[in-house]
DNA sequence: AGAAACTGCTTGTAAACTGCAAGCGGAATG
DNA sequence: CATTCCGCTTGCAGTTTACAAGCAGTTTCT
């Protein structure tokens, strides 16, 4: 692993600064999508598999993502987040809040982004926290943020 | 401009995921790094040139980044942050962060995003307020956030 | 038991992007 | 008026991305 330079900004952007990474995370992280057949059925973006398969090894490769076995399907893999991944909910956050912002991000897709913004700091924690339990097998939090982030989105999907 | 989806940070991405716009972006802010010269001779990455013309020509098309004329150099473009590329700050301090915590990053260079962390909130509005100044010609705040990161990067980079 | 569908990929091929080195035209400098 | 500065462009090789097709092992259906 030769790296450009020792800065924290560059290096984050050789682990995370290409096409796909960030996306394959998002759908991890907000859809909940943990094997390969759902992240590629769900893929909003239409991820080639040849992409997802090696991104996937990448970001496993990288330390961010680990693989487990299914019990109840032999052949099927269940991708959870590390703590590394869990960690960059903040970036998501902000990224998501400039996409708003700025850029011509459709009002569905926005409702989670524009959500979690304005859920501030406790929101982020909290959800870093139910990653936690969904991922590490940490304790189930009281509260559930993905639930609030679906509610949020169909809200916004229902109104015309 | 046909975009992948509407999801703000499958947007976010589509403009900054790749190897160099988020390290162009970077040294324009943190370095104030101003003219293609300037970028390509302090480059700690060493960028090629052909990279950097044509980043920094996306960058004008995303809307990141505008070019001014030099009054003293009449051959010299002046690079200036848009107030879209002046909000990136927040990402650029989670990022940061996230790469001093989790990638090994050197001291020296962790020094600014520490202190940029610590700083909060106050901090990252602060330092917006002065690339304003720099860059779109508002009133010179009190603060020089850029100063404060400098002292940082020097008394790290003394210790031994 | 056999057929069909599911699951997680791999392979082939073409196009686009990246990285390195060299060069180049106009402007300022001495 | 030669030299250096400045902002690039060009050529080329290698890597990455994208799309489509296929494939081996597992489970489900009939």
Same mark, same amino acid.
């Given at each position: ?7 924290? +900004? &560059? ?10 990474? =960030?996306?394959? =995370?998002?759908? +991890?992280? !907000?859809? $909940? !999508?943990? @094997?390969? %057949? /759902?992240?590629?059925? &769900? ?6 598999? $040849? +992409?997802?398969? &090696?991104? =996937?090894? #990448? ?16 052949? #099927?893999?269940?991708? &959870? ?14 990224? %998501?809040?400039?996409?708003?912002? !700025?850029?011509?991000? @459709?009002? /569905?897709?926005?409702?989670?982004? +524009?959500? =979690?913004? /304005? ?7 909290? !959800?870093?926290?139910?990653?936690? *339990?969904? *991922?590490? %097998?940490?304790?189930?939090? %009281?509260? @559930?943020?993905?639930?609030?982030? /679906? ?10």
């Amino acid at each position: 692993m030769d790296r450009r330079s020792g800065c924290p +900004i &560059n290096l984050s952007v050789e682990v995370l600064g290409d096409r796909w990474s =960030l996306v394959v =995370l998002r759908d +991890i992280m !907000f859809g $909940n !999508f943990r @094997s390969y %057949g /759902e992240l590629h059925g &769900n893929s909003l973006e239409g991820i080639a598999t $040849n +992409i997802l398969a &090696n991104r =996937l090894k #990448r970001l496993m490769e990288e330390g961010l993502v680990t693989a487990a076995a299914d019990p109840t399907h032999k052949q #099927r893999t269940i991708y &959870n987040l590390t703590e590394m991944a869990i960690a960059l909910v903040p970036v998501m956050v902000q990224l %998501g809040a400039w996409g708003v912002q !700025f850029l011509p991000a @459709s009002p /569905e897709l926005s409702a989670r982004a +524009i959500a =979690l913004a /304005e859920g501030g700091p406790q929101m982020a924690d909290d !959800f870093m926290a139910e990653l936690r *339990h969904l *991922h590490l %097998g940490d304790p189930k939090p %009281g509260r @559930s943020v993905l639930a609030e982030l /679906e509610a949020a989105y169909q809200a916004a999907a229902q109104k015309p």
